[in-house]
């Protein structure tokens, strides 16, 4: 199936466990159009993971290289790690659907960026499913603090649209294609 949107860029944020990498997952696995963008990261490898498809596992010497030359679009630093988008892996000219992951200072960046093409979408979860879901990544050490990180308060007035994936992930993925839908009519109303 393919679905054909005036380019479009589909920005996920959550916390950590709110399932992010499984709905875009899912979304690519259903549309073979969309894009997802391989970012940039100086943590290790996870067994099930593979350069250059999952991430681009870098070294931090040449990430922070990325950082002073500008070929960055957004970066943070998280548990001592880098994370970060190549301007490069954003373009509008080859990928018509793009869909990533987006920390909210990335998406407030990319609206600057790329304007109208862009659509955020806030992913919420309760405090239970989420220890549960970073219980099963094996990260204990790590689990005190990302609950503290999913507290934050939001800007949510940065936000188009909020997806509760506080229930099956089935309803959580048919939350999304609904959004992506919405999108593709109201593009399509913009010809008329």
């Known amino acids: 199936m393919i679905l054909n949107y005036h380019s479009t860029i589909f920005l996920l944020n959550g916390p950590s466990g709110s399932g992010k990498t499984t709905l875009i997952k899912s979304i690519q696995k259903k549309f073979r159009n969309f894009y997802v963008p391989v970012t940039c990261t100086t943590r ?83 405090t239970d499913t989420l220890k549960k879901r970073l219980m099963t990544r094996k990260e204990h050490a790590q689990i005190n ?24 992930l089935f309803k959580s993925v048919n939350d999304l294609l609904s959004i992506l839908r919405a999108e593709h009519l109201k593009n399509h109303l913009q010809d008329l």
């Open 44 to 126: 290790k490898m996870r067994n099930n993971e593979k350069n250059g498809v999952d991430y681009f596992f870098l070294s931090k010497e040449k990430f922070e290289s990325y950082i002073e030359n500008n070929d960055l679009i957004e970066y943070v630093k998280n548990f001592g790690e880098y994370y970060g988008i190549l301007k490069s892996e954003i373009d509008l000219t080859k990928h018509t659907n793009i869909i990533l992951s987006m920390t909210t200072d990335g998406i407030k960046a990319m609206k600057k960026i790329y304007l109208h093409n862009v659509v955020s979408i806030l992913l919420v979860t309760n």
């Open 145 to 168: 603090i990302r609950m503290q990180d999913s507290q934050f308060s939001q800007d949510i007035s940065i936000y188009d649209y909020v997806i509760s994936t506080n229930q099956p």
